[in-house]
């Protein structure tokens, strides 16, 4: 089984690595923890040397995020990879499952209400579009999971 864990800095993406990390597979599965850097200029016009220092610091982040999730992955003894992309987040997490044949993708979602009707924004676009299943976290349910009256 090949797994996509997309993860950012939400507290929602914090406990899809948990709950992975933690999760009795029946094999050992292939993780592959995904980032995209968020690159968001400082200024509308700023130089191309700005552009492209805010896109290093950026991608610097989102390595360091992933490397953090595959060293938890990887404590729990599962096999674990990294990669880190640039661009539209729902695009780069449906093409990498799509070239990494992957079979699952994990990812943590916030939910905002709106109107009476639940948008989950990048996950939904996500569940609609990729080549295989897609589990979605919310916040607070790694915690959930470990209370003894769930």
Not at 23 to 50: C, D, G, N, Q
Not at 78 to 99: K, P, S, W
Not at 113 to 119: D, F
Not at 140 to 146: H, K, T
Request: aromatic share 4%; proline share 5%; net charge negative.
């Amino acid at each position: 089984m090949r797994i996509l864990l997309a993860i950012d800095d939400s507290p929602s993406s914090a406990d899809a690595v948990e709950i992975v990390a933690e999760r009795s597979w029946p094999m050992s599965p292939a993780i592959r923890v995904l980032s995209i850097a968020k690159f968001v200029p400082a200024e509308l016009h700023a130089s191309p040397e700005t552009r492209e220092l805010s896109q290093q610091e950026a991608t610097r982040m989102a390595e360091r995020l992933t490397s953090r999730a595959t060293d938890v992955l990887r404590a729990n003894n599962l096999m674990a990879d990294m990669a880190v992309r640039c661009g539209d987040a729902a695009d780069q997490i449906v093409n990498e499952a799509q070239e990494w044949s992957a079979d699952l993708i994990v990812m943590g979602a916030n939910s905002y209400k709106s109107e009476g009707a639940q948008i989950h924004s990048v996950a939904q676009l996500i569940a609609s579009s990729a080549p295989c299943e897609v589990e979605v976290i919310y916040e607070g349910e790694a915690a959930d999971r470990r209370d003894p009256h769930w």
